[in-house]
């Protein structure tokens, strides 16, 4: 899958392509806009051998700091690892969209110690909380008052950039028994509210913890009202949905909207059904960084499909 | 048990008054014995394992007054949460107890606020 997308990134990823890769893959994703419209541009450090003429921006996700079980004794150790390869990119993203488990446990010092590292970066990053991170006594005080300013109901909000309109959705909070994940309606009201007013050719990327569509209901991959919140953004001509939560790549196309799930910087979790349950995934120590990783997504200015790019951690 | 049970009762039928009370005082420290280890089985019994994602025994039914202790056994957090909100958790952490005592009869259905697919039960009575 990486290999592929590699291969196909030196003639653009069409939309067929995309569909087709609609398979599990281990690797992080670099993310172009061009025309608007967001597309993968391959492992990072092709990507951004790439220069994109549009601007680039990075996913990272399920950092879960304060994790020290056997399936990654050290999720701070690779997830500086991870921010090593950020610095280390010759063109630097505008910002850094993180799709939440930011701390294993919503501690004090797991946010401090995630705080530290992601600020070596430099840039700009955006936060939604994951349910790890809305677990501390408080049910959540703890991330909003640390990255919940200007933000909405639980944390979600809206800004723009280069033409894009980029929207955080928290789907971790309220979560109803025997249920997936939740918007809520009052988030969907506010959700059709931001809407509101913006022309078709809007450029939209949507983002949250939890997959917006159902990847797998069993293990509780899914959200119970995503689908409200996809039909408000079907009139739009690009739409890309970035998730984490399952510790795995799956992409997929619908249409005119682009989904994909990040991998994790902590510990794997195994495919849909593959296992008992969606528990940390234990692999050789010396195949844990092909399964962790982060994403670069190129917006190019122009009539051209989104690209991600997915690099592991191992590359 | 069961096959005991039967045992005893046929092997009952055939003494006589005098020979059944020598038989009973017999057993007795047996019985006694049978007792107290079903105590014991009664408060394992009223613990709830997490594994797996999963709550074993799923439902439970115990008497009032008893109390219900839930422990986590995975790599990952949960929590254990009433939708009526008469009991709620903290964070559960790996082998993380939490213990909660139903005073009235009723009926508990509880979930993982984490992993909401992972629901339980207990009854009261």
Redesign the interface.
């Known amino acids: 899958m990486a290999k592929k997308g590699h291969d196909d990134h030196g003639q653009g990823l069409g939309r067929r392509e995309v569909l087709e890769c609609m398979v599990w893959a281990g690797t992080g994703v670099l993310w172009a806009v061009s025309g608007g419209i967001p597309h993968s541009v391959g492992l990072i450090g092709e990507a951004a051998a790439a220069e994109p003429t549009g601007f680039t921006f990075l996913q990272m996700s399920d950092s879960h700091i304060g994790f020290d079980?056997?399936?990654n004794p050290d999720a701070l150790g690779t997830l500086r690892e991870a921010i090593a390869k950020v610095k280390a990119m010759p063109i630097k993203p505008s910002f850094i969209i993180h799709t939440g488990d930011i701390t294993?446990?919503?501690k004090p010092e797991e946010f401090d110690n995630a705080d530290k590292v992601y600020g070596e970066t430099g840039v700009k990053i955006h936060y939604v909380p994951g349910?790890?991170d809305m677990?501390d006594?408080g049910q959540g005080k703890a991330y909003l008052e640390r990255y919940g300013k200007g933000s909405k109901g639980a944390g979600w909000y809206s800004y723009d950039d280069h033409g894009v309109h980029f929207i955080g959705l928290v789907n971790v909070v309220d979560?109803?028994?025997?249920?997936?994940g939740n918007l809520g309606a009052e988030q969907l009201a506010w959700l059709e509210a931001d809407l509101k007013g913006k022309s078709n050719s809007t450029p939209i990327v949507v983002f949250a913890h939890i997959p917006l569509q159902v990847i797998y209901?069993?293990?509780?991959w899914g959200t119970d009202d995503g689908a409200q919140a996809l039909t408000l953004l079907k009139r739009f001509g690009s739409v890309t949905v970035l998730n984490g939560h399952i510790h795995q790549l799956a992409q997929k196309v619908e249409g005119n909207m682009t989904f994909h799930t990040a991998l994790s910087t902590a510990f794997p979790q195994p495919a849909p059904g593959s296992a008992?349950?969606?528990?940390?995934m234990v692999v050789p120590a010396d195949k844990l960084r092909t399964v962790l990783g982060l994403s670069t997504v190129t917006v190019v200015q122009g009539n051209k499909p989104l690209a991600i790019v997915d690099k592991t951690l191992a590359g | 048990m069961q096959y005991l049970n039967s045992h005893l009762r046929s092997a009952a039928a055939r003494f006589t008054p005098s020979r059944a009370l020598v038989v009973a005082m017999i057993l007795g420290p047996v019985v006694g014995a049978m007792l107290a280890f079903g105590t014991v089985a009664a408060q394992d019994a009223n613990v709830v394992t997490i594994d797996n994602f999963t709550f074993s025994p799923k439902e439970l039914t115990v008497a009032a007054g008893t109390t219900i202790k839930w422990v986590n056994h995975d790599d990952i957090p949960h929590t254990v949460v009433n939708a009526d909100k008469v009991f709620r958790s903290k964070a559960l952490d790996t082998d993380d107890a939490f213990s909660y005592t139903f005073a009235s009869a009723g009926t508990f259905d509880y979930f993982c606020g984490l992993h909401p697919h992972m629901v339980g039960k207990v009854i009261v009575k």
């Open positions: 079980k056997k399936a294993h446990l919503s349910e790890h677990i006594e979560l109803k028994a025997g249920g997936l209901k069993e293990w509780g008992p349950s969606p528990g940390p």
